[in-house]
């Protein structure tokens, strides 16, 4: 258990509204990822960081913004909401291992854009 | 660009059988990593790989990563209905963690 939460858990909104998901962390580790899960195209990264105040984007990150003000907390917000937008989000943190470092994630929002 | 291809996408196997699932790539890989997701759930790691012929056993679980470091398969022994779930392998091309994922195996193991 990598002391992960994601809240809320579930969420229905609809278009045109701003939206924030966070992702919650206990263990004080530097790297946050933030993962959306559509059927047909696995997890893409959406943006990540790897430190307070420092992100970068992904894959897929056009209409999301992101901030991480405190080492425990990565906040997504979408500004504007789209069905397009309507998928699992998963958050993700980086520990360091053996031989290389591992992601482990977190349980997940569902959203729904109306 | 889904820059790792997982097959089967699904499998529905009787309990006791065996299969395997592969994740093949052009790409090369610093590490790659195998995980399971059940439904509402978020992905469970189960195993990482990062050198080329490398095995790692896990119970009944046997995961290889290619030669080349561009694929890899995972093994299942007597499969269980505990074995039932989305397997995903995940890559990471450029040694910074920005996975890149296939898109899954969904299995159904059958009593």
């Known amino acids: 258990d990598a002391g992960i939460t994601q809240s809320p858990r579930h969420k229905v909104t609809e278009t045109g509204t701003p939206v924030t998901l966070r992702c919650h962390q206990t263990e004080n580790h530097r790297y946050m990822y933030w993962y959306r899960q559509d059927p047909g195209h696995g997890l893409r990264l959406i943006h990540y960081s790897y430190g307070v105040k420092d992100t970068d984007k992904g894959e897929v990150s056009d209409g999301y913004s992101v901030s991480r003000s405190k080492t425990e907390d990565f906040l997504l917000t979408l500004e504007s909401a789209t069905s397009s937008q309507t998928s699992v989000y998963f958050c993700a943190i980086r520990e360091g291992g053996a031989n290389t470092d591992t992601q482990y994630f977190g349980p997940g929002t569902r959203l729904t854009v109306l | 660009t889904q820059l790792l291809e997982q097959s089967p996408q699904f499998l529905s196997i009787q309990e006791g059988e065996n299969l395997t699932v592969y994740c093949n790539s052009s790409?090369?890989?610093?590490?790659l990593q195998w995980y399971r997701q059940e439904p509402g759930e978020g992905p469970v790691l189960l195993v990482t790989?990062?050198?080329?012929?490398e095995v790692k056993k896990l119970k009944r679980l046997t995961f290889q990563f290619g030669d080349a470091r561009k694929d890899s398969s995972l093994h299942i022994t007597a499969a269980q209905p505990g074995d039932t779930g989305l397997y995903l392998c995940?890559?990471?091309?450029?040694?910074?963690?920005?996975?890149?994922f296939g898109t899954g195996t969904r299995l159904l193991v059958s009593p």
């Open positions: 790989v990062v050198t080329g012929g």
């Open positions: 995940a890559g990471d091309e450029t040694g910074f963690q920005k996975l890149v």
């Open positions: 790409s090369v890989f610093s590490s």
